[in-house]
């Protein structure tokens, strides 16, 4: 299979991620089947992504004819029948590893045989997904940033078994959707943009609790000297911090490394519910959806 003979992508899992994957592969010319096992998720799904393409309809980025053309791309379904169908697997679910074990296990039972299977996951060993399948060689990380119509880069992750080919087709297929991929030639945790990342919101929550400097402060130093567009404590409020505090975790469990063991601070917010945006407070306050 060549990236080019790719016509329709299965994405499972309707959260902002895989809404996000859905709604690209749509703009680029994709046959598109967004799964999950929730109603409530694909019908935010469905708006979320209606939303963005009717926003750019009013700004002049499409044109109302080409904006219905991405929309027919798309099928919202509840169902698992429709990914059967798919030239190209892409999962988005829930970052934990038997959640994830569960879906490749039901994806290998039911799709055709040269069908690469590839995850989204930031942190997990590709290896240890591929391991619930019998085609090890076609299993991938195919990891987007977030919000991935906007972020330019994927990395495509080798397990142990990935084939030469799985990563030629994954990246092709990436390109076609406008990306820019890098190769992660081993499946190390946090492959490459997450292997930086983490250890550098660690350090910044640590230079807080130190008392060393403020939240606000913090975040202001890395802009301005380092210039990032977030600081760290914005970021991730933006990606949430239960996905920061469990990447950290599964990390430490990989490596057993200090550096990479989640300060309590963090701990004691994702405990009391404090995720972020998502949930109005995490290291800052959103009042009206805007930080305070």
């Known amino acids: ?58 700004k002049g980025r499409v044109t109302a004819e080409e904006a219905e053309r991405q929309w027919e791309r798309l099928r919202f379904s509840e169902a698992m029948d429709p990914v059967a169908e798919a030239d190209f697997c892409v999962e988005a679910v829930f970052e934990s590893y038997a959640v994830k074990e569960a879906v490749f296990r039901t994806l290998d039972g039911m799709c055709r045989p040269e069908v690469i299977l590839a995850t989204n996951t930031s942190s997990i060993p590709i290896t240890s997904i591929a391991a619930a399948t019998a085609r090890r060689d076609k299993v991938v990380g195919m990891h987007f940033f977030n919000p991935p119509q906007v972020m330019r880069l994927v990395e495509v992750v080798r397990g142990l078994d990935t084939s030469d080919e799985t990563v030629a087709v994954t990246r092709g297929l990436a390109e076609r959707m406008g990306k820019t991929t890098v190769e992660v030639k081993r499946d190390t945790p946090g492959f490459i ?92 306050d959103y009042e009206g959806g805007e930080k305070r």
């Open 1 to 58: 299979m060549t990236s080019e003979a790719i016509r329709q992508l299965a994405v499972i899992g309707a959260g902002a991620m895989g809404s996000g994957i859905a709604h690209l592969a749509a703009q680029s010319g994709l046959t598109v089947v967004l799964y999950d096992r929730e109603r409530a998720a694909l019908e935010a799904a469905q708006r979320r992504i209606r939303g963005l393409i009717d926003r750019a309809v009013e």
């Open 193 to 284: 943009v997450n292997r930086i990342m983490v250890p550098q919101f660690i350090e910044a929550i640590r230079l807080v609790e130190e008392g060393v400097a403020s939240i606000e402060d913090v975040d202001t130093a890395v802009k301005l000297g380092l210039n990032y567009p977030m600081g760290p404590f914005e970021l991730q409020d933006f990606g949430g911090l239960e996905i920061a505090l469990h990447v950290m975790d599964v990390f430490y469990e990989e490596t057993k490394d200090d550096r990479y063991a989640a300060p309590q601070s963090l701990r004691t917010l994702v405990r009391a519910g404090r995720l972020g945006r998502k949930t109005g407070r995490g290291w800052y």
